[in-house]
């Protein structure tokens, strides 16, 4: 902050001006703000924030790298130290939903970028940030299905996005009101349904009770 008395590194003033650019991001959209009211809130001069960040563009993809990184961040962490993949995948819906919660402001972005979808940089950007998310959820159901706990004829790349999809839609209705959808109990049917359509477990207790799927 200006009047500190403290300089920072480069390295932390570019984090100092991302952090900021969230916030106010987060409380208008990227066409109403301004790198001024962020310099102005980050306590740094214009000028700083160019040294940085070529652009208002600019800063807007570093802000939405970072969010995405810390997002895959977050479910990256929720999955290690597991070895079925079946509950690896249980283990990141809940993180997914407890980020969501904690994490809203980060969240508002990444739905707020889809409106400006006609600036191909940013649709080239979020396109390269959601292929990555589904990859990352791809990449546990073929863990699963090497393991043999995920449906060997399952279509992990489409799989894959139903499970992203099934994300994306309980933050976009729980950022418009619904906070209950983020509640693990609620949140966690949804993704039990899920794990029973891709799960072996699932699909042989079925076939054993007789029913199909």
Known sequence: MAGSGRRM?????????????????????YRAATTARIAAEA?????????HFSSKKELFL????DVASSMLEYWTKAAEGLEDPVEMIREVGRSH????????DEAKILFQATSEVDDPDIRSRLKQHFGTFARF????????????????DLDTYVAAWELLALGITSTFFALVG??????????LRALEDFVAMVSVREEVKNKGRGGRR
């Open 137 to 152: 959820m791809q990449g546990l159901l073929e863990e699963g299905k090497r393991r043999g706990s995920i449906r060997e």
């Open 9 to 29: 590194s480069a390295g932390q003033r570019e984090r100092q001006i991302l952090e900021t650019a969230k916030r106010v991001l987060a409380s208008s959209n």
């Open 62 to 65: 570093g802000v939405l790298d």
């Open 43 to 51: 306590g740094v001069s214009e000028p700083v924030i160019y040294r």
């Open 178 to 187: 619904f906070e209950e959808l983020l509640r693990e109990e609620r949140g």
């Open 97 to 104: 939903f407890r980020f969501v919660s904690q994490h809203q």
